[in-house]
Protein backbone atom coordinates (compact mmCIF):
# COMPACT_ATOMS: atom_id res chain seq x y z
CA UNK A 1 0.00 0.00 0.00
CA UNK A 2 1.25 3.09 -0.88
CA UNK A 3 2.04 5.90 1.57
CA UNK A 4 1.83 3.42 4.55
CA UNK A 5 3.16 5.92 7.02
CA UNK A 6 1.04 8.26 6.18
CA UNK A 7 0.33 11.57 8.69
CA UNK A 8 -2.64 13.91 9.85
CA UNK A 9 -2.75 16.67 11.81
CA UNK A 10 -6.59 17.68 13.20
CA UNK A 11 -7.96 20.11 15.52
CA UNK A 12 -10.97 18.86 18.15
CA UNK A 13 -12.56 22.35 19.33
CA UNK A 14 -14.15 22.92 22.32
CA UNK A 15 -18.04 24.06 22.39
CA UNK A 16 -20.55 25.34 25.24
CA UNK A 17 -23.95 24.82 25.37
CA UNK A 18 -25.43 28.87 24.82
CA UNK A 19 -28.15 27.20 26.83
CA UNK A 20 -29.38 23.78 28.16
CA UNK A 21 -33.27 22.97 28.83
CA UNK A 22 -34.51 19.27 30.13
CA UNK A 23 -37.39 18.88 28.92
CA UNK A 24 -38.13 15.64 30.38
CA UNK A 25 -36.79 11.68 31.43
CA UNK A 26 -36.81 9.05 28.48
CA UNK A 27 -38.40 5.58 29.36
CA UNK A 28 -34.03 4.19 28.63
CA UNK A 29 -33.46 6.72 31.53
CA UNK A 30 -31.88 9.43 29.20
CA UNK A 31 -33.44 12.59 29.63
CA UNK A 32 -34.91 14.55 26.79
CA UNK A 33 -32.96 17.95 26.18
CA UNK A 34 -32.97 21.13 24.06
CA UNK A 35 -29.76 23.04 23.90
CA UNK A 36 -27.54 24.81 21.30
CA UNK A 37 -24.14 23.83 20.72
CA UNK A 38 -21.42 26.69 19.57
CA UNK A 39 -17.62 25.99 19.05
CA UNK A 40 -14.82 27.38 20.17
CA UNK A 41 -11.46 28.46 18.52
CA UNK A 42 -9.57 26.42 21.65
CA UNK A 43 -9.00 23.29 20.47
CA UNK A 44 -6.91 19.71 21.18
CA UNK A 45 -4.51 18.61 18.75
CA UNK A 46 -4.45 14.91 17.28
CA UNK A 47 -1.84 13.70 15.25
CA UNK A 48 -2.58 10.10 13.35
CA UNK A 49 -0.03 8.03 11.80
CA UNK A 50 -1.61 4.78 9.70
CA UNK A 51 0.57 2.28 10.08
CA UNK A 52 0.73 -1.18 8.42
CA UNK A 53 0.62 -3.29 11.04
CA UNK A 54 -2.89 -4.06 13.12
CA UNK A 55 -2.52 -2.13 16.05
CA UNK A 56 -3.86 0.74 17.34
CA UNK A 57 -1.33 3.30 20.11
CA UNK A 58 -2.11 6.43 22.26
CA UNK A 59 1.66 7.70 22.62
CA UNK A 60 0.00 10.96 24.87
CA UNK A 61 -1.72 8.97 27.46
CA UNK A 62 -4.03 11.40 29.70
CA UNK A 63 -2.60 11.34 33.64
CA UNK A 64 -5.47 9.32 35.39
CA UNK A 65 -7.08 8.02 32.10
CA UNK A 66 -6.66 4.33 31.11
CA UNK A 67 -6.17 3.68 27.31
CA UNK A 68 -9.69 1.37 27.58
CA UNK A 69 -11.52 4.34 29.31
CA UNK A 70 -9.93 6.98 26.44
CA UNK A 71 -12.55 8.10 24.06
CA UNK A 72 -9.86 8.61 21.71
CA UNK A 73 -9.09 4.90 21.78
CA UNK A 74 -12.07 3.54 22.00
CA UNK A 75 -13.36 5.58 18.89
CA UNK A 76 -10.51 3.94 17.04
CA UNK A 77 -10.94 0.65 17.93
CA UNK A 78 -14.70 1.27 17.51
CA UNK A 79 -14.13 2.48 13.93
CA UNK A 80 -11.44 -0.31 12.94
CA UNK A 81 -13.99 -3.77 14.35
CA UNK A 82 -16.93 -2.15 12.51
CA UNK A 83 -15.26 -1.72 9.15
CA UNK A 84 -12.94 -4.46 9.81
CA UNK A 85 -9.94 -2.45 8.62
CA UNK A 86 -6.86 -3.94 8.87
CA UNK A 87 -4.76 -1.16 9.79
CA UNK A 88 -3.57 0.50 12.32
CA UNK A 89 -2.18 3.85 13.88
CA UNK A 90 -0.19 5.36 16.08
CA UNK A 91 -2.06 8.58 17.77
CA UNK A 92 -0.82 12.03 19.70
CA UNK A 93 -2.86 13.56 21.73
CA UNK A 94 -2.03 17.58 22.42
CA UNK A 95 -4.00 18.66 25.51
CA UNK A 96 -5.64 22.18 25.32
CA UNK A 97 -9.31 21.99 26.62
CA UNK A 98 -9.71 21.73 30.51
CA UNK A 99 -10.72 18.03 31.48
CA UNK A 100 -14.20 17.76 33.11
CA UNK A 101 -14.92 21.11 32.41
CA UNK A 102 -18.49 20.55 30.51
CA UNK A 103 -16.55 21.75 26.86
CA UNK A 104 -16.44 18.73 25.21
CA UNK A 105 -12.70 17.90 24.94
CA UNK A 106 -13.64 14.29 25.12
CA UNK A 107 -15.93 13.94 22.79
CA UNK A 108 -14.48 15.79 20.18
CA UNK A 109 -11.41 13.98 20.36
CA UNK A 110 -13.56 10.97 19.73
CA UNK A 111 -15.28 12.07 16.56
CA UNK A 112 -12.39 13.78 15.15
CA UNK A 113 -10.51 10.47 15.87
CA UNK A 114 -13.55 8.78 13.82
CA UNK A 115 -13.28 11.71 11.06
CA UNK A 116 -9.10 11.33 10.85
CA UNK A 117 -9.18 7.52 10.44
CA UNK A 118 -11.57 7.11 8.26
CA UNK A 119 -9.62 9.43 5.69
CA UNK A 120 -6.64 7.86 7.01
CA UNK A 121 -7.48 4.33 6.38
CA UNK A 122 -9.20 5.43 3.11
CA UNK A 123 -12.61 4.22 4.73
CA UNK A 124 -14.48 6.74 2.47
CA UNK A 125 -17.61 6.48 5.15
CA UNK A 126 -20.16 9.09 4.63
CA UNK A 127 -20.61 11.17 8.26
CA UNK A 128 -23.92 9.35 7.96
CA UNK A 129 -22.53 6.40 8.78
CA UNK A 130 -19.73 7.58 11.16
CA UNK A 131 -23.41 9.43 13.64
CA UNK A 132 -24.20 6.02 14.73
CA UNK A 133 -21.06 5.03 15.96
CA UNK A 134 -20.23 8.46 17.28
CA UNK A 135 -23.82 7.90 19.26
CA UNK A 136 -22.68 4.85 21.26
CA UNK A 137 -19.25 6.66 22.07
CA UNK A 138 -21.35 9.40 23.82
CA UNK A 139 -24.71 11.83 23.30
CA UNK A 140 -22.32 14.85 22.46
CA UNK A 141 -19.96 13.20 20.09
CA UNK A 142 -22.56 13.28 17.47
CA UNK A 143 -22.19 17.43 16.99
CA UNK A 144 -18.54 17.36 16.37
CA UNK A 145 -19.21 14.82 13.14
CA UNK A 146 -21.95 17.50 12.37
CA UNK A 147 -19.57 20.04 12.06
CA UNK A 148 -21.72 23.32 12.42
CA UNK A 149 -23.65 24.94 15.23
CA UNK A 150 -26.86 23.39 16.25
CA UNK A 151 -30.04 23.41 17.52
CA UNK A 152 -30.04 20.15 19.60
CA UNK A 153 -33.09 18.02 20.47
CA UNK A 154 -33.71 14.08 21.50
CA UNK A 155 -30.58 13.25 23.79
CA UNK A 156 -28.88 15.74 22.15
CA UNK A 157 -27.90 14.08 18.40
CA UNK A 158 -31.11 15.53 16.74
CA UNK A 159 -29.36 18.21 15.07
CA UNK A 160 -30.58 21.59 13.19
CA UNK A 161 -27.76 23.81 11.52
CA UNK A 162 -28.71 27.66 12.69
CA UNK A 163 -26.21 30.09 12.82
CA UNK A 164 -25.87 32.17 15.56
CA UNK A 165 -23.65 35.49 16.36
CA UNK A 166 -20.12 35.04 17.34
CA UNK A 167 -18.65 36.96 19.90
CA UNK A 168 -15.55 36.46 22.20
CA UNK A 169 -16.30 34.53 25.37
CA UNK A 170 -13.86 34.31 29.09
CA UNK A 171 -14.32 30.84 29.58
CA UNK A 172 -13.45 30.49 33.24
CA UNK A 173 -13.05 26.84 35.02
CA UNK A 174 -13.20 26.29 38.58
CA UNK A 175 -10.93 23.11 39.84
CA UNK A 176 -13.80 21.08 40.56
CA UNK A 177 -15.14 18.21 37.98
CA UNK A 178 -18.38 17.42 38.21
CA UNK A 179 -19.79 14.23 37.50
CA UNK A 180 -22.32 14.31 34.76
CA UNK A 181 -24.22 11.37 35.38
CA UNK A 182 -24.68 12.37 39.24
CA UNK A 183 -26.09 15.25 37.89
CA UNK A 184 -28.41 14.17 36.00
CA UNK A 185 -29.75 11.19 38.08
CA UNK A 186 -30.26 13.90 40.73
CA UNK A 187 -33.83 14.32 42.74
CA UNK A 188 -33.34 17.92 42.81
CA UNK A 189 -32.98 18.40 38.67
CA UNK A 190 -35.98 20.62 36.80
CA UNK A 191 -37.06 17.89 34.13
CA UNK A 192 -40.02 19.71 32.71
CA UNK A 193 -39.36 22.88 31.01
CA UNK A 194 -41.14 23.85 28.13
CA UNK A 195 -40.20 22.99 24.73
CA UNK A 196 -39.11 25.61 22.42
CA UNK A 197 -38.25 25.41 18.75
CA UNK A 198 -34.72 27.08 16.80
CA UNK A 199 -36.95 29.46 15.79
CA UNK A 200 -37.83 30.86 19.32
CA UNK A 201 -34.51 30.63 20.23
CA UNK A 202 -33.72 32.94 17.65
CA UNK A 203 -36.21 35.48 17.83
CA UNK A 204 -34.88 35.50 21.83
CA UNK A 205 -37.17 33.87 23.63
CA UNK A 206 -35.37 33.38 27.14
CA UNK A 207 -33.48 30.71 27.91
CA UNK A 208 -31.31 29.14 30.76
CA UNK A 209 -29.12 25.89 31.85
CA UNK A 210 -31.73 23.59 33.76
CA UNK A 211 -28.07 22.49 35.66
CA UNK A 212 -27.27 25.81 37.19
CA UNK A 213 -29.08 26.36 39.82
CA UNK A 214 -28.55 22.46 41.14
CA UNK A 215 -24.66 22.46 40.21
CA UNK A 216 -24.19 25.80 42.50
CA UNK A 217 -25.89 23.96 44.96
CA UNK A 218 -23.63 21.03 44.87
CA UNK A 219 -20.42 22.81 43.93
CA UNK A 220 -20.10 25.87 45.85
CA UNK A 221 -16.81 26.67 44.04
CA UNK A 222 -18.47 27.07 40.89
CA UNK A 223 -21.07 29.56 42.54
CA UNK A 224 -18.45 31.71 43.66
CA UNK A 225 -16.63 31.43 40.29
CA UNK A 226 -20.00 31.81 38.93
CA UNK A 227 -20.86 35.04 40.98
CA UNK A 228 -17.39 36.56 40.41
CA UNK A 229 -17.61 36.46 36.01
CA UNK A 230 -21.04 37.40 36.25
CA UNK A 231 -19.86 40.90 37.31
CA UNK A 232 -18.84 41.60 33.93
CA UNK A 233 -21.98 40.49 32.25
CA UNK A 234 -24.84 37.64 32.08
CA UNK A 235 -22.29 34.50 32.64
CA UNK A 236 -23.70 31.08 32.36
CA UNK A 237 -23.11 27.72 33.18
CA UNK A 238 -21.86 25.07 29.95
CA UNK A 239 -23.69 21.87 30.00
CA UNK A 240 -24.02 20.11 33.51
CA UNK A 241 -20.19 22.33 34.39
CA UNK A 242 -18.07 23.08 35.57
CA UNK A 243 -17.05 25.61 32.94
CA UNK A 244 -18.72 28.55 32.55
CA UNK A 245 -18.93 31.17 29.63
CA UNK A 246 -19.24 34.90 29.42
CA UNK A 247 -19.90 36.62 25.99
CA UNK A 248 -17.70 39.96 25.43
CA UNK A 249 -17.90 43.08 22.78
CA UNK A 250 -13.92 42.23 22.13
CA UNK A 251 -11.32 40.12 22.16
CA UNK A 252 -9.53 42.90 24.19
CA UNK A 253 -12.32 42.77 26.77
CA UNK A 254 -11.67 38.96 27.28
CA UNK A 255 -8.12 39.32 27.57
CA UNK A 256 -8.57 41.94 30.32
CA UNK A 257 -10.84 40.44 31.87
CA UNK A 258 -8.93 36.63 31.70
CA UNK A 259 -5.89 38.12 33.63
CA UNK A 260 -8.27 39.27 36.89
CA UNK A 261 -8.85 35.80 37.56
CA UNK A 262 -8.77 34.45 40.86
CA UNK A 263 -5.84 32.42 41.70
CA UNK A 264 -6.87 28.54 42.21
CA UNK A 265 -9.11 29.36 38.99
CA UNK A 266 -8.05 28.81 35.65
CA UNK A 267 -9.34 30.36 32.28
CA UNK A 268 -8.73 31.71 28.67
CA UNK A 269 -10.42 33.80 26.00
CA UNK A 270 -11.95 32.20 23.02
CA UNK A 271 -13.83 33.23 19.75
CA UNK A 272 -17.07 31.39 19.31
CA UNK A 273 -17.38 29.68 15.79
CA UNK A 274 -20.10 28.40 13.90
CA UNK A 275 -18.47 25.87 12.33
CA UNK A 276 -16.13 23.31 13.63
CA UNK A 277 -11.99 24.04 12.58
CA UNK A 278 -11.38 20.68 11.93
Not at 77 to 82: E, F, I, M, N, Y
Not at 151 to 157: L, N, Q, R, S, V
Amino acid sequence: MANQHRQLTRRAPAKINLFLHIIGRRPDGYHNLQTVFQFLDRCDILHFTRKPENDITLSSALPGVADSDNLIMKAAKLLKTSTNCPLGADIRLEKNIPMGSGLGGGSSDAATTLLALNELWDLQLPTAALMPLGRKLGADVGIFLYQKTAFAEGIGDELTAIDTPMPWYVILVPSVHVSTPAMYAHPSLKRDTAPITAADYLKGVPCHNDFSPLVCQEYPLIKEALSWLSQFGPARLTGSGAGLFLPCKSEAQAIDIVGQIPTGMIGFAAKGQNQAPF
